[in-house]
C-alpha cells in the first residue's frame, strides 16, 4: 500500500486499513505489563491460577478485545458520544449518592443485576471525552482566558465534589488534576494556572484540617511519619518499604518474597502488587516495569501529536495523563513517598474496573491514532 | 444525525495551527513532567533497594522469622552407682491455643472424639483458653497415647489452634522410695513467677516447662533446669507457624546430672520394710558421712504430682494421719527416748563417774516427790548392763549426777539439734535442752528444776530429734574418732560435692567412746536387742541402741505402752545401730512412728537395712564371702588373685535330666 493509496477517498475507512493503523508495539506493551501482573498474581497466591491470575488474564483479554473495538470506532462518533458519556456518569454519581452499596464507609458501587458500576471510573474518561470537545470548540484566546472557561470549572469540579463526598477522596483528587491538566494543555492563560496553583496550596491545610474524614486524616499524618504507629496505621507504608528494600537488586526470587507470600504486605494483590513485584524481581524487575509503563505514556503522548484533530488531541492526552497519575501516585505510595491512597497500579493490580477504564481510555487513544487525519466539526449546530 | 454532522468540517486554519502550537508545547512539558515522575520513582527505588537494602532485609527478617523457646531437659539424678532415679520421658501433648476464627468449645468438642474430655472438663478447659493470651498453648491433654497423637496430628491443619507435640515429662522409676528425697516438678504457677532473677526467664511460661517444688528438684532447680533452646520458625503476618528451619535452631543445653549418695537398694529396702507404717530411716556410711538412705514413709507417688493430683487425691493425701506427705526423716521431731543413754553415759564418763558405780533397779525408785518408773526389775547395774538393759533407774540417777548441762553439751557434739548442710531444705533442729533453754523460753519458769534431769536421762522431757540427727550420733559413735558430717549430693554436673569426712577429732578420750560401743554392742548380743544384732553375715554383727519414746504421758492411764492401743498414742520406736562392730562402715537410725517397742518394731527394721547396706559393699561381700578357715583346704583350690572362690554355680546341671515344663 502506498502513501498515495492511502489518500484516496475511504480508503482509510477500510477495516483492514484500520486495523493496520492500530499501533501494535503499545499493544504489545500493554500486554507485557498484564503478563507480568498475571506473574506476580499467580505469585502470591501460592502458585495458583486462583483466585487471581486467571481472572486478571481472563479480563485483560476481554478488555483488550473491547478496546480493538473501540479503537476502531471513528473519532466523530466519540466526539459525538462525549456529552452523553460524561452525562451519563454525572447521572451515576448522583444515582451512587443516593441508592450506592456501602462498602468500607464508602458509597462507591452500584449494583445492576450481576455488575457492579462504579460510576466514578465512567467519569474518567468521560470528563476527558467532555472537556476535548468543549474545547474543540473553543477559540485558542477563549482558552487562555475567558468568561467560558467557567463551563470547563463546574464540567470538572462538579464530578469532583460528587465524588469527594462518597468519599473517595483518591478518585476526586485524580479527577481534578487529569480535568486540570487537560485544562492546561488546551492553552490555559499562565496567570490563571499560578493563581490555582497558589490557591491550591492556601485551601490544602484548611481542607485537611476540616473537610476529611478521620482515616483520610490519619493516613495522611501515617505518611507523614509512618514509623509513628508501625503495626497501626503506618503499617501498610512499613510493610511495603520492607518489601521494596529487602528486594535489593535481583529480588528473593520469584515466589520466595516473604512479606507478600506470609502476609506482611497488605493488599498485595491490588494497591501494592509493585511492591510484590520489587520483593521478587528486585531493582531490576522495577525498572524494568517502570520502563514500560513509561513507554506507555509517551506512545499514548505521542499519539495525541499525531491527531489532526483538537479533539483527537486532548481526549488522548487527557487519558494518557489519567495514566500517568495512575503510575505515578500508585508508585509514590508503595515506595513511601505519598499517602496511601486507594490507588492500583494500572493493568497490574488485580481488579477490573481500573483496568476496563484503562482500557477504554486506551481505545480512545487508539482511536485518535487510527482516525488521526479525520476532520471532526466543531460540534455546531449538532445534538450529539 | 450523523450525515449532517459530519458532511460539513468547520476548520479554522489559523486558530488550530495556533492551538495545536500550545498544546504541542504543553504536551510536552507535560510528558517532561511524566518522565521526571518516573525517573523520581526510578531513584527513590535505587535508594531503598541499593543503598538501603541491609536494613530493610534485616527487617523482613525480623518479619518472617521468630524464635520459639523450647524447654531444655532437664539434669537426671542418679544413685551412688549411677542408677536413674528421674529422668524424662516423652509425652506427648495436646494442646489448644486461642486465635482468630478459632472457637475452643467446638474445637474440644472435635477433640473429644480422639481422647477423654467429659463435658466437664471441656467447659473448664474452655474457660482457660479463653482466659489464655492469644496464641498461648492451653495443655489439653498429657501423655495421651501414640494412636491419639498421630490421629490428632493428621487432622491438626483442618483443627485451627490445635497442636499435638512431642515433649518430655519427668519420670520417677522408683515412684514412692525417693519421693521426699528428690520431690518432684510441677507446673509453674503464677507465684514461681519473679520479676527478676531466674525465675523471670519467658522460659517459664512455656506450657511444657515444669518447675522443682520440693526436695533435690526444688533446692537444685536451677542446675537441673538447663539453658532453653529455639526453634527458628517461619511465622506469616498473624503470627501462624508455616515453616521451621532447623538449620537456624539454637540447641537446648540440658540440665545437669545430680548424683546422689543414696543408694537405690536400701532405699528401696526401706521402703518395703516399712510398708504401711509411719515413720524414717537414715543409713550413712560412718566413713565419710555419705547417706545410703533417707527414706520417710509412708510416701506416695511423685509421678503423680508431675500430671497434677486432682483435689481429691491431695486432700486425700494431706489429710491421712500418717502424714505421706512430710518428710519425717528431717523434719519431723520426736523425743529420742533411750537411745539418748548412749549421750548420758559418755557425758558421765567424761564428768569422771565411774563406769563401774552401781545403781539398784527395783523397777521404781522414788525421787524428789514422785515415783520413777522402770518396765523391769533390773537388779543391780553398772552402766555397761544398764546401757544393754537399758535401765531407767540407772539412767535417771546418772542424769541427776551429771547434770543437764553436761549431757546437752556431750549430745551437741554429737550433732543433736543441729542442722546439716545437705542441700534439701526441711530440717528442723529439734532441741537438745539445757538450763540456758528453760531460762530463755520459759520467762515465767526460768529455773532448771532437778525434777526435770531424769527424764532428760532417759531421752523424754523436752528432748526431741530427727532421725538425720540420730543417724549422725550413731555415725560419729561408731567411727569414735571423728566427727563427720552427711552428704547427700555427691556431685552436680561432674563437680563433686565436699565429703563429709573432713571435719575435726570428737573431744572425747578414744576409750570412753570405746566404752559406749562395747555397750551398744553388748544391746544387740545379749540386750534389748538381741535377736537383731545378728545379721546372718557371717562374722559381721551390728552394733545398736534401741529406744521406746513416749509419744504421750501416761497420765491417766490414756497412754499405750508397747504396740497396743490406738496408734496415735502408742510410743515411737527407736534403733540406732552401726555395722560392722569390729570396723564399723555404716550406721543408721531408724523410727517407727507410734510402733510400739524399739526392739520390737525399729531394730528388726534395721537389721533388714543393713543387710543390705553390708551387701552392697565390695569389701564386706568378700569379708562374708569369705571361705571359713578351714583347715584342709588344699592350696590348688585358692585363686591366683586371692579374691575369694566364687560360689558354686546354681545353675542345673545339664546332665541331669530337666522335668517335662
Redesign the interface.
Known amino acids: 500500500m502506498t502513501v498515495s493509496a492511502l489518500t484516496r477517498p475511504g480508503e482509510r475507512d477500510r477495516l483492514v486499513v484500520k486495523i493496520g493503523e492500530i499501533d501494535w508495539i503499545f499493544c504489545l506493551t500493554l500486554c507485557l505489563i498484564a503478563g507480568a501482573g498475571a506473574v506476580m498474581l499467580f505469585s502470591i497466591a501460592g502458585s495458583s491460577w486462583t483466585p487471581w491470575a486467571l481472572p486478571h488474564l481472563m479480563r485483560f483479554g476481554l478488555f483488550f478485545a473491547i478496546m480493538i473495538v473501540l479503537a476502531l470506532i471513528d473519532l ?2 466519540w466526539f ?1 458520544m462525549a456529552y452523553p458519556v460524561y452525562g451519563l456518569g454525572f447521572l451515576l454519581l448522583i444515582a451512587v449518592d443516593l441508592v450506592g452499596h456501602n462498602a468500607l464507609g464508602a458509597q462507591r458501587w452500584l449494583q445492576v443485576g450481576p455488575i457492579t458500576i462504579q460510576p466514578s471510573e465512567i467519569m474518567k474518561v468521560g470528563l476527558v471525552m467532555a472537556l476535548a470537545r468543549f474545547y474543540h470548540g473553543l ?2 484566546k477563549s ?1 487562555q482566558l475567558s468568561w467560558w472557561l467557567l463551563v470547563p470549572a463546574v464540567m470538572i469540579l462538579a464530578p469532583v465534589a460528587l465524588v469527594a463526598k462518597e468519599p473517595d477522596l483518591g478518585t476526586a483528587l485524580l479527577i481534578l488534576m487529569t480535568g486540570g ?1 487537560v485544562v ?4 490555559l492563560s499562565w496567570r490563571l494556572i499560578a493563581a490555582g496553583v497558589l490557591s491550591v496550596a492556601l485551601l490544602v491545610p484548611p481542607v485537611i484540617m476540616f473537610g476529611m474524614h478521620d482515616y483520610q486524616r490519619q493516613r495522611l499524618t501515617t505518611f507523614l511519619d509512618p514509623e509513628s504507629d508501625p503495626s497501626g496505621s503506618g503499617y501498610h507504608i512499613l ?1 511495603s ?9 535481583l529480588g528473593k526470587g520469584y515466589g520466595l518474597g ?2 507478600s507470600q ?3 504486605l497488605p493488599e498485595k494483590q491490588t494497591d501494592f502488587i509493585f511492591s510484590t513485584l ?1 520483593e521478587e524481581f ?2 531490576v524487575g ?2 524494568s516495569i ?1 520502563a514500560l ?2 513507554a506507555v ?2 506512545m499514548a ?1 505521542r499519539t ?2 499525531l491527531s489532526h484533530s ?1 479533539f483527537g ?2 481526549a488522548a ?1 487527557g487519558v ?2 489519567t495514566f ?1 497519575l495512575y ?2 501516585i500508585n ?2 505510595m508503595v ?1 513511601g ?1 505519598a499517602p496511601v491512597v486507594g490507588v492500583p497500579m494500572p493493568l497490574l493490580s488485580y481488579g477490573g474496573t481500573v483496568m476496563l477504564t484503562v482500557m477504554v481510555g486506551f481505545g480512545l487513544v487508539m482511536a485518535v491514532r487510527v482516525h488521526r487525519y479525520s ?10 | ?2 450525515a ?3 458532511a ?5 486554519f489559523a ?2 495551527n ?3 502550537g ?3 508545547r ?2 510536552f512539558l ?2 517532561g513532567f ?2 521526571v ?2 525517573l ?3 531513584g ?3 535508594h ?3 543503598v ?2 541491609q ?3 534485616k ?3 525480623s ?2 522469622f521468630n524464635f520459639k523457646l523450647v524447654p531444655p531437659p532437664r539434669g537426671i539424678i542418679v544413685d551412688r552407682n549411677g542408677a536413674v532415679l528421674a529422668s524424662n520421658r516423652p509425652n506427648f501433648r495436646l494442646m489448644v491455643a486461642r486465635d482468630k476464627g478459632v472457637d475452643p468449645a467446638a474445637t474440644l468438642k472435635i477433640l473429644s472424639s480422639f481422647v477423654p474430655l467429659d463435658d466437664q472438663r471441656q467447659a473448664r478447659l474452655a474457660k482457660d483458653i479463653s482466659r489464655a493470651p492469644k496464641r498461648a498453648p492451653v495443655s489439653v491433654m498429657e501423655d495421651m497415647s501414640w494412636e491419639q497423637f498421630s490421629a490428632i496430628n493428621i487432622r491438626a491443619p483442618e483443627l485451627p489452634g490445635v497442636t499435638a507435640d512431642m515433649g518430655e515429662v519427668r519420670v520417677y522409676p522408683y515412684g514412692g522410695a525417693f519421693a521426699h528425697v528428690i520431690g518432684y516438678v510441677a507446673k509453674v504457677n503464677k507465684t514461681d513467677i519473679k520479676p527478676t532473677g531466674p525465675n523471670s526467664d519467658p522460659i517459664m511460661l512455656h506450657p511444657g516447662f515444669r518447675i522443682g517444688k520440693q526436695g533435690v528438684e526444688k533446692a537444685f532447680d536451677l542446675e537441673l533446669r538447663g539453658k532453653p533452646g529455639a526453634q527458628k520458625v ?5 503470627g501462624h507457624e ?1 515453616s521451621s528451619d532447623p538449620a537456624g535452631d539454637i540447641p537446648a543445653v540440658p540440665g545437669k546430672l545430680i548424683e546422689l549418695t543414696l543408694d537405690v537398694d536400701v532405699q528401696n529396702r526401706a521402703m518395703e520394710v516399712f510398708g504401711d507404717q509411719s515413720g524414717a530411716a537414715v543409713v550413712m556410711d560412718c566413713r565419710n558421712g555419705d547417706i545410703l538412705c533417707l527414706f520417710s514413709g509412708p510416701s506416695f507417688d511423685a509421678n503423680r504430682f508431675v500430671r497434677g493430683l486432682t483435689g481429691a487425691e491431695y486432700s486425700a493425701l494431706a489429710r491421712y494421719e500418717r502424714k505421706p506427705l512430710f518428710n519425717k526423716a528431717l523434719t519431723a521431731t520426736y523425743p529420742p527416748g533411750s537411745t539418748f543413754k548412749t549421750m548420758v553415759a559418755l557425758a558421765a564418763l567424761d564428768s569422771g563417774i565411774d563406769p563401774q558405780q552401781t545403781h539398784v533397779c527395783a523397777g521404781a525408785w522414788a525421787w524428789g516427790g514422785r515415783v520413777w518408773h522402770c518396765d523391769k526389775h533390773h537388779g543391780v547395774q553398772n552402766m555397761h548392763s544398764a546401757i544393754s538393759t537399758s535401765c531407767d533407774i540407772f539412767f535417771y540417777q546418772t542424769a541427776l549426777a551429771v547434770g543437764p548441762d553436761k549431757i546437752a553439751e556431750v549430745a551437741r557434739k554429737f550433732g543433736l539439734g543441729e542442722i546439716f548442710d545437705i542441700g534439701i531444705p526441711g530440717q528442723k533442729p529439734g532441741l537438745v535442752p539445757d538450763k540456758a533453754y528453760k531460762k530463755r523460753n520459759f520467762p515465767k519458769d526460768p529455773v532448771w528444776h532437778p525434777g526435770e534431769t531424769p527424764s532428760m536421762g532417759i531421752g523424754q522431757g523436752y528432748t526431741h530429734l530427727n532421725p538425720l540427727q540420730l543417724c549422725v550420733q550413731a555415725s560419729r559413735l561408731a567411727n569414735g574418732r571423728k566427727a563427720l558430717h552427711p552428704r547427700l549430693i555427691r556431685s552436680i554436673g561432674g563437680a563433686a560435692q565436699p565429703s563429709g569426712a573432713a571435719f575435726g577429732d570428737l573431744p572425747f578420750k578414744p576409750e570412753h567412746i570405746d566404752f559406749i560401743r562395747a555397750a551398744m554392742a553388748e544391746v544387740t548380743t545379749t540386750g534389748t536387742a538381741a535377736a537383731f544384732g545378728d545379721l546372718g553375715l557371717g562374722d559381721l554383727r551390728m552394733a545398736g541402741k534401741t529406744g521406746t519414746a513416749q509419744a504421750y504421758t501416761y497420765k491417766g492411764g490414756v497412754g499405750a505402752h508397747g504396740a497396743v492401743g490406738e496408734w496415735k498414742l502408742r510410743d515411737h520406736a527407736w534403733f540406732i545401730g552401726f555395722a560392722p562392730y569390729d570396723n564399723p562402715r555404716y550406721a543408721l537410725s531408724v523410727l517407727v512412728e507410734h510402733g510400739g517397742w524399739g526392739a520390737g518394731a525399729a531394730a528388726p527394721r534395721a537389721r533388714e537395712l543393713m543387710r543390705v547396706a553390708l551387701l552392697k559393699d565390695p569389701e564386706m561381700r568378700a569379708r562374708i564371702e569369705k571361705p571359713l578357715p578351714m583347715p584342709a583346704l588344699p592350696p590348688a583350690a585358692q585363686d591366683d588373685d586371692g579374691l575369694p572362690e566364687p560360689p558354686t554355680p546354681i545353675a542345673p546341671d545339664p546332665t541331669q535330666p530337666r522335668p517335662a515344663a
Open positions: 466523530r462518533v459525538a477559540s485558542g482558552a491538566i492546561i494543555l488546551a492553552g510493610q518499604k520492607i518489601a521494596l528494600g529487602s528486594g535489593g537488586l516473604s512479606q506470609l502476609n506482611f520489587a528486585g531493582f522495577c525498572v517502570l509503563y513509561a505514556i509517551f503522548l495525541s501529536y483538537h488531541r486532548l492526552a494518557t495523563a500517568a503510575v505515578l508508585g509514590s515506595m513517598l476532520e471532526v466539526t466543531s460540534g455546531k449546530g449538532s445534538l450529539l | 444525525m450523523k449532517e454532522g459530519l460539513e468540517p468547520h476548520i479554522f486558530e488550530v495556533e492551538r495545536q500550545v498544546f504541542h504543553r504536551a507535560l510528558g511524566a518522565g515522575g518516573i523520581a520513582l526510578g527513590r527505588l535505587a531503598l533497594q541499593l538501603d537494602t536494613r530493610y532485609e527487617l523482613s527478617a518479619n518472617q517461619e511465622v506469616d503476618a498473624n508455616v
